[in-house]
């Protein structure tokens, strides 16, 4: 199957500091990503759908600018939560559509914010 | 909100046994149905996925659809320790493919 990879795996930062965060499809080409956010013990909650070459969908309550997303290419897309706060302490997923629009997962990234 | 609700769990069963994992889903339109596995600190991995009523196997798994009453399924025969994990059901959110996930259910196999 297709591979979606991310980093960094895990990061820590500071209060008030920013952090991107890579997604790849490795041997694909996806015209559209999605980014989603997972609190412990919670699902999966969609924060945005990110279309190549275009401004990204920010579901309802997801700040846009304070996670902002670029996909700048058919191969990456970036998640970048600024000024990050501890409640932005979180696991983030991006997942990746292929041509027959199966979904596939990158490994997730652990943000803590101390 | 379209919901998508599942039991959290946990549910035990012996190892050999079924296990089977309930979903239920608040919206009508919605076209396809997958089960997530996710272990703990890890990113869901596809089990499987089914768009049409009725029954869907694939080796120990048998995935379940009946949109009339807006329920899936999904069945594990002869479970294994290695399938104690957190099993998600998603579903299309809109044509752009996005995922509405459930919570989740823990399923423990005990040896």
């Known amino acids: 199957g297709a591979v979606v990879s991310q980093h960094p795996s895990r990061v820590i930062c500071k209060s008030g500091t920013s952090v991107k965060i890579e997604c790849r499809s490795l041997d694909f080409q996806a015209t559209t990503m999605f980014w989603y956010r997972q609190f412990p013990k919670q699902s999966l909650m969609l924060m945005a759908t990110s279309n190549e070459g275009s401004k990204a969908t920010y579901e309802q309550g997801v700040e846009k600018d304070k996670f902002l997303i670029n996909h700048a290419s058919l191969t990456l897309s970036t998640l970048t939560v600024t000024s990050a706060h501890p409640e932005d302490s979180s696991f983030y997923i991006c997942?990746?559509?292929?041509?027959?629009?199966?979904?596939?997962f990158g490994p997730g990234t652990r943000l803590t914010v101390t | 909100q379209k919901e998508v609700e599942q039991n959290s769990g946990p549910l035990s069963v012996p190892e050999g046994a079924i296990a089977s994992l309930n979903c239920t889903y608040s919206d009508r339109g919605s076209q396809s149905f997958f089960w997530y596995r996710q272990y703990s600190g890890k990113s869901p991995e596809l089990i499987m996925f089914i768009y049409s009523n009725g029954d869907k196997e694939d080796g120990r798994f048998t995935a379940q659809l009946n949109k009339a009453s807006q329920y899936v399924s999904l069945l594990i025969r002869d479970s294994q320790p290695s399938d104690s994990a957190t099993y998600l059901c998603?579903?299309?959110?809109?044509?752009?493919?996005?995922?509405?996930f459930g919570k989740g259910t823990s399923l423990l196999v005990t040896p």
């Open positions: 997942s990746a559509n292929d041509r027959e629009s199966e979904q596939y």
């Open positions: 998603a579903v299309n959110m809109r044509s752009g493919y996005a995922l509405n």
